[in-house]
């Protein structure tokens, strides 16, 4: 098992492997899991991210640690992962990837962010966003309300008395709903939070962290705070050389003036949500590195290296209306892979 960089073309960057027998916490650090924990909830009705944070790869198959909205992700409430520490050794790898300027988990929702910093779970600020259950959700937003036919009194109910909470009355709506929020969002990740709070400590960033709380937006930025300007892009591109080793030799300057002119106009003139597509179909993930690489290729689409952080663009096209289409076309691929639907 690792975790590496999503829709890489070769042989997956590895960053960690899953820590061995004797890295599992110690017994007295872990808690069982509880019946309140284990409602019976529709499948399959979380919302899924816009982004992967952290991906786990089994094989041909992808296991999200957080499940959610972006800005309001929470740590998936899955036994098995708790099971496995994978959340601790997932804190290991944001502190050591925050520590060496790599990617950044974005998007997590505020509310477990103060519980992880050792907040009050009562204090903390929760949205119905940050159910990712959507499930759930509906039950919870069911007491928003005014009046609630005996159907949903009795829905809400279930929901309830399965977490240890009474039922749903006239007096206790607005109560009953701020509990069921903070158990969906906070009770039901409380293992998840305090291994990630450990993999923190593992790797000595905890003090840091407690010492200068202005390092923790640095440590876990909003989706909505990133934005992308052209700039940022050019800034960083190597555009090819003259006498650079292409994949497709012999074309003309021409040519490849006309190509790199075609990427450039697009990058000068995308939103900043295509721009943090286009880099996450370019290396990985949402995130700027040191360097961009452009190079020229024999294929029909344009395709990335992600490993090397290089876009290879085809030279066959003629208009900027045609290199358009197939570079959205390259980018939109980025989360099934070419020839999957």
């Not at 808690?31 to 899924?48: A, C, H, I, K, L």
Request: net charge negative; proline share 6%.
């Amino acid at each position: 098992m690792k975790l590496h960089r999503a829709n890489c073309d070769g042989t997956p960057m590895q960053e960690t492997h899953r820590e061995g027998e004797g890295d599992r916490c110690e017994e007295n650090d872990r808690e069982p899991p509880t019946d309140r924990d284990s409602v019976p909830v529709r499948p399959e009705t979380s919302v899924q991210s816009g982004v992967e944070p952290v991906v786990i790869e089994r094989g041909v198959g992808q296991t999200l640690l957080f499940e959610g909205e972006p800005d309001h992700l929470v740590p998936a409430a899955s036994e098995v992962l708790i099971e496995s520490n994978l959340f601790r050794v997932a804190g290991r790898m944001i502190a050591h990837s925050f520590l060496h300027d790599g990617p950044h988990v974005t998007g997590l929702s505020p509310a477990v962010i103060h519980v992880l910093f050792n907040g009050d779970p009562e204090m903390a600020t929760i949205v119905v966003e940050d159910c990712p259950d959507l499930h759930i959700r509906s039950i919870i937003q069911m007491l928003e309300l005014e009046e609630l036919t005996q159907e949903q009194k009795d829905t809400v109910s279930d929901l309830s008395l399965s977490w240890d909470l009474p039922a749903v009355t006239k007096t206790n709506q607005r109560w009953l709903h701020n509990k069921l929020l903070v158990h969906a969002v906070i009770g039901r990740t409380m293992r998840q939070i305090k291994q990630l709070r450990k993999g923190l400590k593992d790797v000595m960033l905890w003090p840091l962290l407690t010492s200068r709380p202005d390092v923790v937006p640095l440590l876990f930025p909003k989706m909505a705070g990133m934005q992308f300007v052209p700039q940022m892009f050019l800034d960083k591109i190597t555009w090819p050389v003259e006498d650079s080793d292409d994949e497709d030799e012999g074309l003309d300057i021409e040519c490849k003036c006309r190509i790199t002119g075609f990427l450039r106009v697009f990058i000068e003139t995308a939103s900043s949500d295509t721009l943090a597509q286009l880099l996450k179909f370019w290396v990985g993930w949402e995130m700027l590195p040191s360097e961009l690489k452009v190079e020229f290729s024999g294929g029909t689409f344009p395709s990335s290296s992600t490993c090397f952080e290089t876009l290879k663009l085809p030279a066959h096209y003629n208009t900027y209306k045609d290199f358009e289409e197939a570079l959205v076309a390259a980018i939109d691929s980025a989360h099934t892979g070419f020839g999957l639907v």
